[in-house]
């Protein structure tokens, strides 16, 4: 278990980085900087959303760590004023090196260290288990992907609407904005802008557009207010009657609301004329109502086009009808007792047709896909499953078995040990 | 010799029986009054569980008088809660004013008491009748500061609302439409009293409960004792018919309450410290043996009452954090009869009892907020996961907390006493070592159930939430503790002050992840608990400071050099060479 038994021989050149890198010594240094970069990700989460935080912290090579996010943690026991700001702070190794040197510090040990008896089967069978475990963080921080499949009572759906998420292949980031024209009754054309591409404000222009596009403003996150009054950009659409309002991204710790809900203030100005048509509001806001998730803008041609601001959508080969969704609440209370959703799943491609009940703790698990009873709209009118295909999601599982199972081994030979021995003192 | 052995820990073990039995026993009531313990034993429905009037009665009470389950009334005498239940459901038609003079609302914000025009007295406990005149300057207060955005409010405004709050639970009960009391059938169609009352007189019906139920209240405004009992033995006769499961609860709720163990069980856990301070000093091995004895039967009585609450509530032991300070506690006791079972050193009737004790006081604090057995989010409503990860993860905070405390305890033995022996030192370590295995089996099998609970309800296996990330910070920390006693970077001293830091970590993620905000697991935070944490972690500062003396400076290490045949080497026990 020491590195003592190596003392006897002074190793040179490669062998004394392979046992460097093998040391315990090692182990516990990357122990207590990961242990740190946990402590400084969660209170990041104070300010950020919960994905910004992860993906900086524990899903990155590098991180600047802020010195504020201490102050967080000062001000959450009441220790500095409410009101400090801290500058500055340092970069710090993030989740991708702390890990991959964990790993290559495991293999190493055992590698130099590794003799196959009884006596280690436990804590090889704990270590396997860990590699599993970083193994299956590591394929869902690369390819899961999470989504929101929103109906309401006697809707039907056959898309995910994409949510926020990070991962190593960048990232999903919020939504897009998308013109339809619906004037072919057969097929509808639709033009997207991706997200980045709006986020940058500035103009834009699309060959498929009859406008240019100019963005005057974007929000991340934002509330619709119907007074007016403080003045609007909007001269056009939706946006004459409500205004937006930016609001600040939500974050890790809060609790009302899970999402950012992006706003947009849009200019079109017509491409033949070069005359202004209009400055419109697109918000995911309007997107999610249920009666007019789009808007009609009409060019000088006279030609329609549906736009909306809406989350990157997946289309699925099925579609999903909600038969019934049902929110039960404790005696006398507004705590809600459980939720389900009573669904209809139809795919023609596999000619499969069949209807299943989707409630807390109990999931559906579909063609690779799972989808949790995750929400409801106001007043229980539908449902919000939240969707996510994750191939590693049987890992952790495996993982949790074999470490689970390595520790008893290990600790039971120890107890075994410690006891046999006592009981050989308490003989003597 | 013999009996002289068993002599004091028979005496001491009789001893608690008998408290504990004293506690246990009925109060007993006069023939001619009100059978306030019948009326407190009827089941009613509030926040969503059935549970029985005297629990409904004593939460009520607790959380407008802060802290207190018992009152006292105009002439002085500590009265039960239901009795102040029953005064304020009477007060609308009773001309007598009784529950307006009751002084059972805490007011402590100075402000406050001067927008009341009330003076400060000990207790700070006053009546409605005596700000009555205040009331529409109160409202008018309250008003203002709900309309404040919660992180403006001061501490004014926050007493303001806090008061309009407990006024406002007072009239609902005053004005019979809290809690839920006439029963139905169909379980969601319980009613309040008022609302039976009117409808069944609307449907010129004649509803036997609610009639019942009316005429014990009229006879206790009146003043009848025999009509009241004879009008709750009408309504219990219908009650235990339509609903003797619950009724049957109910009663042993009503029980569990009047005997409050966990209370007892801090007294005696305090009890068996000093019994086991004693056998540092005096006649270690009968004296220590009682403290042994002592602290089994107050784990039994604790093991119980932790049964007796799974028995109420139907769910696992850990449902929120009232219970995990509980579940806890007993860990901690059970872990260290144990060890004390293996070792007879002493060392753990001391750690048991000092962690039994403080971990039920923090729960006696927690638990001031309201019903302990309060109902779950729908996502946490799953008896499996409950049982498994969460008895798991709160067990991984249980032992790490049990090597904490022996740190602490090697240190302070070992600077201050001249006991601890290199005898003494290896054995309290290897017990350090031994639990610390046990905390990272479980902190670390709680961890990943967490996640596999996660991936089942909401498909995410690890979110990196708050509270989920306080888990994983004391399983690193247990890494670290063992990967640094296997490369030989720290020797017996370093394991004690490791596992404290561990006492620190798992401070932080019971209770500090809370602070932050909420998260998903989050169940509110308060002041005081924020001042609370503090304290705790500068005491395991000092200690930490204090075991960072030079080894040279220690009595004990001192001690250990001066061949002096009268220093006391610990307790002695039959398995030390002598």
């Known amino acids: ?428 | 010799m013999q009996a002289n052995k068993y002599l004091l820990p028979g005496i001491v073990v009789l001893g608690g029986f008998l408290y504990l039995f004293a506690q246990a026993a009925p109060n007993s009531q006069p023939a001619n009054s009100f059978n306030l313990q019948g009326f407190g034993q009827l089941p009613v429905v509030d926040r969503g569980r059935i549970k029985p009037i005297d629990t409904f009665a004593r939460v009520s009470l607790m959380v407008m008088n802060d802290g207190f389950q018992s009152f006292k009334d105009e002439s002085g005498a500590r009265q039960p809660a239901v009795r102040w239940l029953l005064d304020v459901m009477t007060s609308r038609f009773s001309d007598k004013g009784t529950a307006e003079k009751l002084k059972v609302i805490r007011i402590e914000n100075d402000q406050l008491l001067g927008v009341l025009s009330l003076q400060p007295r000990p207790g700070l406990r006053y009546a409605i009748n005596e700000f009555a005149k205040q009331l529409p300057a109160l409202e008018e207060r309250a008003k203002a500061a709900e309309q404040k955005e919660p992180a403006k409010r001061n501490t004014l405004d926050r007493s303001v609302l806090q008061l309009a709050h407990h006024l406002q639970s007072y009239i609902e009960i005053a004005s019979l439409q809290t809690p839920l009391i006439i029963p139905a059938d169909k379980e969601l169609e319980w009613k309040p009293f008022m609302q039976a009352a009117i409808e069944a007189k609307n449907a010129n019906r004649d509803d036997p409960a609610t009639k019942a139920f009316g005429n014990m209240i009229l006879a206790y405004e009146r003043n009848e004792p025999g009509n009241f009992n004879k009008s709750l033995e009408e309504y219990r006769g219908i009650i235990d018919k339509s609903l003797p499961a619950e009724a049957a609860i109910s009663k042993f709720e009503v029980f569990f309450n009047h005997f409050s163990p966990f209370y007892h069980c801090i007294v005696l856990y305090i009890f068996v410290f000093l019994i086991a301070a004693l056998a540092w000093a005096f006649r270690p091995e009968s004296i220590n043996r009682s403290a042994f004895w002592l602290c089994t039967l107050t784990l039994i009585v604790h093991t119980w009452a932790l049964l007796a609450r799974m028995y109420i509530q139907g769910r696992p032991p850990v449902t929120n954090l009232y219970s995990s300070a509980v579940f806890i506690g007993w860990g901690c006791v059970l872990g260290c009869v144990i060890l004390e079972a293996i070792y007879k050193n002493g060392v753990g009737n001391i750690v048991g009892s000092v962690t039994g004790a403080l971990t039920l006081l923090i729960a006696q604090h927690l638990g001031g907020e309201g019903d302990t057995l309060e109902m779950m989010q729908a996502v946490l409503d799953t008896n499996f996961w409950l049982a498994t990860h969460v008895t798991c993860i709160t067990l991984g905070y249980t032992t790490s907390f049990v090597a904490g405390f022996l740190g602490i305890f090697y240190v302070l033995r070992g600077v201050f006493t001249p006991t601890l022996t290199a005898e003494s030192d290896k054995s309290l370590t290897q017990m350090t070592y031994g639990i610390i295995c046990f905390a990272m089996l479980f902190s670390f099998i709680g961890t990943v159930l967490g996640g596999i609970w996660a991936d089942q309800s909401w498909g995410r296996f690890w979110g990196w939430d708050p509270k989920e990330n306080g888990a994983l910070l004391i399983v690193i920390w247990n890494a670290v503790i063992l990967h640094a006693r296997w490369g030989g970077m720290v020797k017996n001293r370093g394991i004690a002050l490791l596992s404290i830091v561990g006492n620190m970590v798992t401070g932080w993620s019971w209770f500090g992840t809370n602070q932050l905000g909420v998260g998903l697991h989050a169940y509110g935070f308060n002041d005081q608990l924020a001042r609370g944490l503090t304290m705790f972690w500068i005491s395991q500062l000092v200690v930490l400071a204090i075991g960072l003396f030079p080894k040279e400076k220690w009595w004990s290490v001192k001690a250990r050099k001066q061949p002096v045949a009268g220093i006391a080497s610990g307790i002695k026990t039959k398995h030390q060479p002598a």
């Open chain 1, 1 to 428: 278990m020491s590195d003592q038994s190596f003392s006897s021989y002074k190793p040179t050149g490669f062998l004394k980085l392979l046992l460097t890198l093998a040391s315990l010594r090692l182990t516990v240094i990357l122990f207590l900087l990961s242990l740190f970069l946990v402590f400084a990700g969660t209170l990041a989460q104070v300010d950020n959303p919960t994905w910004t935080a992860v993906t900086d912290y524990f899903r990155s090579f590098f991180v600047f760590v802020p010195s504020q996010v201490f102050v967080r943690f000062f001000q959450a026991f009441r220790w500095v004023p409410p009101t400090t700001q801290w500058g500055g702070g340092f970069y710090f190794p993030g989740g991708w090196t702390v890990g991959f040197l964990l790993l290559i510090n495991l293999l190493a040990a055992h590698a130099v260290r590794f003799k196959f008896n009884w006596k280690r089967s436990g804590i090889l069978m704990i270590h396997s288990g860990l590699i599993v475990l970083m193994i299956g963080e590591l394929v869902t921080g690369l390819f899961a992907v999470e989504g929101n499949m929103t109906m309401e009572q006697g809707g039907a759906t056959n898309y995910l609407e994409l949510r926020e998420t990070s991962g190593f292949l960048g990232k999903i980031n919020g939504p897009e904005l998308a013109f339809s024209d619906l004037s072919n009754p057969k097929s509808e054309k639709v033009v997207v802008i991706p997200n980045h591409l709006i986020r940058n404000k500035g103009k834009l222009s699309d060959p498929a557009l009859p406008f240019d596009i100019e963005v005057l403003e974007y929000m991340n996150n934002s509330s619709i207010s119907e007074n007016t009054s403080q003045g609007n950009l909007a001269t056009k659409g939706d946006g004459m009657s409500v205004v937006a309002i930016s609001k600040p991204e939500v974050s890790g710790t809060s609790s009302d609301q899970k999402i950012d809900l992006p706003s947009a203030y849009i200019r079109l100005i017509d491409k033949k004329s070069g005359q202004e048509n209009g400055v419109y509001l697109a918000s995911v806001w309007l997107s999610l109502s249920s009666t007019k998730p789009t808007q009609e803008v009409i060019t000088s041609e006279g030609q329609k086009l549906q736009m909306a601001l809406r989350m990157k959508r997946s289309y699925k080969p099925f579609q999903m009808e909600l038969i019934e969704f049902k929110h039960e609440r404790y005696l006398g209370t507004n705590t809600p007792k459980n939720f389900s959703s009573k669904v209809k799943l139809v795919d023609p491609a596999r000619n499969d047709s069949f209807e299943t009940l989707i409630s807390m703790n109990n999931p559906l698990r579909y063609e690779g896909e799972t989808f949790y009873q995750s929400g409801f709209l106001p007043g229980d009118k539908g449902t919000i499953l939240q969707v996510v295909r994750n191939p590693g999601w049987l890992l952790p599982y495996l993982s949790c078995a074999m470490v689970s199972f390595g520790m008893l081994i290990h600790f039971g030979m120890h107890l075994n040990q410690f006891m046999k021995k006592r009981a050989e003192n308490h003989a003597s």
